[in-house]
T-cell receptor, first 115, second 114 residues
Framework: NAGVTQTPKFQVLKTGQSMTLQCAQDMNHEYMSWYRQDPGMGLRLIHYSVGAGITDQGEVPNGYNVSRSTTEDFPLRLLSAAPSQTSVYFC??????????????FGSGTRLTVV | GESVGLHLPTLSVQEGDNSIINCAYSNSASDYFIWYKQESGKGPQFIIDIRSNMDKRQGQRVTVLLNKTVKHLSLQIAATQPGDSAVYFCAENMGNSGYSTLTFGKGTMLLVSP
């Protein structure tokens, strides 16, 4: 049981490049979400999904796209990377019965630097 | 490497002391609250949660207190150990029976000296 797996762990991009951050979970969780974490800012929600085929925007969605074609995978796409997107990105998931007594399970993060 | 702890409030305690970490939340309609622990270079790790219809909940060495009147949440750690050193985040959530957005506080760094 791997939990929430994020790849890559580290990435350096040039301004304007595109890339996809991968997130996969093997717990059959319906809810998945993406956060970014900047120093002193806590975690801020980018996009989330309540099930396959359903996505919605969070607090800071600009510059990012998501899709949810399967229950297991929730990739995050940067269409044209900007230095302001330098951050640590976390994917999280939780079960369909709600998060009480369980919380949300987080991946180990992807550290992205845009130069 | 990147420091999650930059500009964060810091609580420094001695090993064996009890620690209290406080959090003010923003939305009076939030019905579910979670405390997370984040060690350097890792993702947040679930510690304990509480529903809005509760005032207190206890786990192993941890207690969460909720005061809805002043929108305040606290995490008490008993007999703090060096392994407890980390950044602690509170998070509020609406709709614990379904899904919604989880809103995090900015975090508090706990430093435990042996």
């Amino acid at each position: 049981n791997a939990g929430v797996t994020q790849t890559p762990k580290f990435q350096v991009l040039k301004t304007g490049q595109s890339m996809t951050l991968q997130c996969a979970q093997d717990m059959n969780h319906e809810y998945m979400s993406w956060y970014r974490q900047d120093p002193g800012m806590g975690l801020r929600l980018i996009h989330y999904s309540v099930g396959a085929g359903i996505t919605d925007q969070g607090e800071v969605p600009n510059g990012y796209n998501v899709s949810r074609s399967t229950t297991e995978d929730f990739p995050l796409r940067l269409l044209s990377a900007a230095p302001s997107q330098t951050s640590v990105y976390f994917c999280a998931s939780t079960r369909s019965g709600g998060a009480f007594n369980y919380g949300y399970t987080f991946g180990s993060g992807t550290r992205l630097t845009v130069v | 490497g990147e420091s999650v702890g930059l500009h964060l409030p810091t609580l420094s305690v001695q090993e064996g002391d009890n620690s209290i970490i406080n959090c003010a939340y923003s939305n009076s309609a939030s019905d579910y609250f979670i405390w997370y622990k984040q060690e350097s270079g890792k993702g947040p790790q679930f510690i304990i949660d509480i529903r809005s219809n509760m005032d207190k909940r206890q786990g192993q060495r941890v207690t969460v207190l909720l005061n809805k009147t002043v929108k305040h949440l606290s995490l008490q750690i008993a007999a703090t150990q060096p392994g407890d050193s980390a950044v602690y985040f509170c998070a509020e959530n609406m709709g614990n029976s379904g899904y919604s957005t989880l809103t995090f506080g900015k975090g508090t760094m706990l430093l435990v000296s042996p």
